[in-house]
């Protein structure tokens, strides 16, 4: 990957109005939330980078850090561990022990979006951080991203054209930069209750990941 000087996270960042007003109007009502942007968490080294839509209200958006504190994590965290790339199986809070290894967990847009539906031009304005994610991958890097609107975030962020990489669940897509992008649907708890997603289908697709970067050396990597 090139060297990239854009900054991956600001978590001052008000590009977006109606989201910067949203999170503005949770801190005066829950001032125990983190209602902020939420920051990349795991290995700033990793070599999997995996890709969300954006923090739930109860979960990252009051903890801090993707995918913690809610039903969505919940899934995520003990897939992650059962394949080697977390040292715990669940993630409790941005303050406690787990470490990821070889791993990092991002979110398409950073800031909590109102009914979980951010607008095209929040996604857009959010793949700066994501494209600097991206571009400071390493070599032969797999990115997994979980659901259509991260697949597509993905793309957006390289400057590809979405209608020549389809998104799939367990599809695999070798990008012209080097990257390889796997899809997964969203470990959402809709998705999981419904059966759309079961532990074994996600459990296969995150062991594809495995596969495709080696087992590699376990990291002391830390959350950013
Ligand atoms: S969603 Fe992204 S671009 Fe928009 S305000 Fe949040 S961090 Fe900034």
Not at 39 to 67: C, E, K, Q, S
Not at 198 to 207: G, Q, Y
């Amino acid at each position: 990957m090139s060297a990239v000087s854009a900054p991956t996270f600001d978590v001052d960042c008000v590009r977006c109005p109606r989201l910067a007003e949203h999170l503005a109007s949770i801190r005066a009502e829950r001032p125990d939330y983190h209602a902020r942007p939420v920051p990349p968490f795991g290995d700033p080294a990793a070599r999997l980078l995996i890709v969300g839509l954006g923090p739930g209200m109860h979960g990252a958006n009051r903890t801090g850090r993707p995918f913690t504190g809610d039903f969505a994590g919940i899934l995520l965290y003990q897939t992650l561990y059962r394949q080697g790339f977390g040292s715990l199986p669940e993630s409790v809070s941005a303050g406690d022990a787990l470490v990821l290894y070889d791993c990092r967990i991002t979110n398409a847009v950073k800031c909590l979006p109102p009914e979980n539906k951010p607008t095209t031009a929040e996604v857009r304005a959010c793949t700066r951080y994501l494209a600097a994610e991206l571009g400071a991958l390493p070599e032969g890097a797999v990115v997994l991203a979980l659901g259509q609107i991260a697949h597509n975030a993905v793309l957006r962020a390289l400057g590809l054209k979405q209608a020549a990489w389809r998104f799939g669940h367990g599809a695999e897509h070798q990008l012209p930069s080097g990257l390889r992008l796997l899809d997964s649907y969203h470990c959402s708890r809709y998705n999981t209750q419904t059966r759309r997603l079961t532990e074994a289908m996600f459990d296969s697709v995150v062991a594809r990941c495995r596969a495709l970067i080696g087992d590699g050396p376990m990291h002391e990597g830390r959350s950013s």
